[in-house]
C-alpha cells in the first residue's frame, strides 16, 4: 500500500472525518480557483479544471461550491498562488512530499519546516527525497462498482499500468500523462470516480515499528494542518498491530 494511502486510510480509522472533510473542501476550492484563473472557466478547454470538477465532485462538494470557486477564479478574484514542492525526511528516515499552494511563500515555509522539525524530521533540498517516487496518475474507485478481475481488466484495456486494492476503495495508477485517457474510458465503464489526481508513489515502502510510529502520524497530521499544504505523501508503512497498540 502507498505511503499515502496509508496515511489516508489511518486518518478514516482516527476518526478526524469532519476535519479531513472541511480541509479537503478548502483545497479543492483552492485548486479550482487557481485552474480557472491559469486556464479559464471552461472545463473543455481546461483540463486542470476538468480534472479539480471530478474530484470535487467525487468529494461530494456542493454544486454551488464549485460554481464560486470557478467565478472567483474567473473573475480574477482570485489571489496569486506559488505552488512550491517540499521535500523532507521524518522520523526513521520515512521520505516526505509536501505540495503547497500558497500567497506567502515565507509563511508556507516557516509552518512546514516546523512541522517537521518539532516531530523528529528536517527539510531536504530539492530531489533529495523526489528521487524515491514516481509521479504518476491515480484514479480511486469504490470496491463496490465490480468484482477486482472486472476492474483489473478494465483498467489495463483503458491504458492504465497497475491496479491495486484495500477494504474500501480501488487504486489504478497510470503514466501522468494518460490520466485523462484512462479515466475518461474508465468513467464510460463505471461512472464518474471518485478522484483522479496526479500524485507522487513510492517505490518502496519503510516498516515504521511502534517507536518511531507515534511520531511519525504527529509529523504528518501537522503538515496536513498546515493552510497552504495541498498533498502530503510519504514511503512508510505501519502494521495493524503497531496501529492497534497507538489507538490504546
Not at 480574477?76 to 521520505?95: Q, S, V
Not at 527539510?123 to 474507485?141: P, Q, R
Not at 486494492?165 to 461512472?191: H, M, N, P, W
Amino acid at each position: 500500500m502507498a505511503g499515502h494511502s496509508k496515511w489516508a486510510n489511518i486518518q478514516h480509522r482516527k476518526g478526524r472525518q469532519d476535519k479531513i472533510r472541511a480541509k479537503a473542501f478548502s483545497r479543492l476550492s483552492k485548486e479550482i480557483t487557481i485552474a480557472a484563473k491559469l486556464g479559464g472557466p471552461d472545463p473543455d478547454g481546461n483540463p486542470r479544471l476538468r480534472l479539480a470538477m471530478k474530484n470535487a465532485r467525487g468529494d461530494s462538494m456542493p454544486k454551488d461550491n464549485i460554481t464560486r470557486a470557478i467565478s472567483k477564479g474567473a473573475g480574477g478574484e482570485g489571489d496569486a498562488y506559488d505552488e512550491i514542492r517540499y521535500e523532507g525526511f521524518g522520523p526513521g528516515g520515512i521520505g516526505v512530499i509536501v505540495e503547497v499552494s500558497t500567497d506567502n511563500k515565507n509563511r508556507a515555509a516557516m509552518e512546514v519546516r516546523t512541522a517537521f522539525a518539532k516531530n523528529g524530521g528536517n527539510l531536504g533540498e530539492t530531489g533529495s527525497v523526489s528521487f524515491m517516487f514516481d509521479s504518476v496518475g491515480e484514479i480511486k474507485y469504490p470496491t463496490d462498482i465490480a468484482d477486482e478481475e472486472t476492474v483489473f481488466e478494465a483498467a489495463l484495456e483503458a491504458g492504465a499500468e497497475d491496479v491495486q486494492s484495500d477494504d474500501r476503495q480501488y487504486l489504478i495508477y497510470c503514466a501522468r500523462e494518460d490520466i485523462a485517457e484512462v479515466s475518461g474510458a474508465l468513467e464510460t465503464k463505471f461512472g464518474e470516480a471518485k478522484a483522479a489526481n496526479l500524485i507522487w508513489k513510492p517505490q518502496n515502502n519503510i516498516e515504521v515499528g511502534a517507536g518511531k510510529a507515534g511520531t511519525l502520524l504527529k509529523m504528518l497530521e501537522a503538515l496536513e494542518d498546515c493552510d497552504d499544504v495541498q498533498n502530503v505523501y510519504a514511503n512508510f508503512d505501519i502494521s495493524d498491530e503497531v496501529m492497534a497498540s497507538l489507538d490504546e
